[in-house]
């Protein structure tokens, strides 16, 4: 069976969802995790390999628990039932 998305490009598409739904920048959520817009950039567009730290800080910024980062259904569950 042929995957359609990669685990990272999951996590990228996720990230870049919550980020956006918190109205943060690229350069917002870089500054807080102790990164550069660029490589921030490269994660969002599931081509960056970050470290689990960074998946860990990405996921404290972000307020999400870091399993769900990487669930290919968070952003439907996210519009469905939108956080407080």
């Known amino acids: 069976m042929k995957k359609s998305h990669n685990d990272l490009e999951i ?3 996720n990230v870049r969802f919550a980020r956006r739904q918190m109205n943060l920048s690229l ?13 921030l950039s490269r994660i969002e567009n599931g081509k960056g390999n970050p ?9 404290d910024v972000l307020d999400a628990p870091l399993f769900e980062l990487f669930d290919p259904k968070y952003i ?3 519009l469905e039932s939108p956080r407080s």
């Open 76 to 78: 439907s569950r996210c």
């Open 51 to 59: 470290t689990l730290e960074t998946c860990a800080q990405l996921a």
């Open 27 to 39: 350069e917002d959520v870089a500054s807080r995790v102790g990164t550069h817009q660029p490589k």
């Open 11 to 13: 996590f990228g598409q």
